[in-house]
């Protein structure tokens, strides 16, 4: 796995825990880059948090990557193979599990509290993060040791070789990195 901090193409993909500040880095790269940023969510998520049928999903995303140039954030191994196979770099946020957990709980509360709308008119709710199975609190904690595993393992697949892969282990090496851009 390369770790360099100078290694950036133009077609990006940001992968990490939930929480983890994907959707914010992939904001900021877009910014600096002047190209688009996709989120994965948003094309993921119909109204009253239905998922898309999984061959809408893959649609909606191979039309989003028509571009030569974009920043794309999000988990969904349904489409991987499409992102994956048209990056040229992956980044990896990789934080500790207190500090996404922090960041996670803030998140939550601040959406919830403040009703703010995502995708498609869905809102979060204290009720569905803190107290029902589909808690995105939960699924963190489910999720978080997988991703540690699993990701490194996927960056050392044959059919991955040609991404560039930068592993973030804490909100300074991203913000050296992102510095090492301007």
């Known amino acids: 796995m390369k770790k360099g901090f100078h290694t950036c193409g133009q077609r990006i993909s940001i992968v990490g825990t939930t929480g983890s500040g994907k959707t914010t880095l992939a904001q900021n790269i877009a910014q600096h880059f002047q190209i688009p940023h996709i989120e994965l969510d948003a094309l993921y998520w119909e109204p009253n948090w239905t998922a898309a049928s999984e061959q809408v999903f893959r649609d909606r995303v191979l039309k989003a990557l028509k571009g030569d140039r974009w920043v794309i954030d999000g988990n969904y191994s349904k489409v991987r193979d499409i992102v994956w196979s048209q990056a040229d770099t992956v980044v990896f946020l990789d934080y500790s ?3 996404v957990m922090r960041q996670l709980l803030r998140r939550t509360l601040r959406r919830s509290l403040k009703q703010e709308e995502l995708w498609n ?12 199975q589909e808690s995105i609190l939960l699924w963190m904690l489910q999720t978080y040791q997988r991703n540690r595993k699993k990701y490194p ?6 059919e991955y070789v040609q991404l560039s892969v930068v592993h973030l282990q804490s909100p300074q090496m991203t913000n050296e990195w992102l510095l090492s851009f301007k």
């Open 153 to 158: 393992a996927l960056f050392q697949q044959s």
């Open 97 to 99: 599990f207190w500090l």
């Open 121 to 132: 008119g869905n809102r979060e709710s204290i009720w569905k993060s803190f107290f029902t």
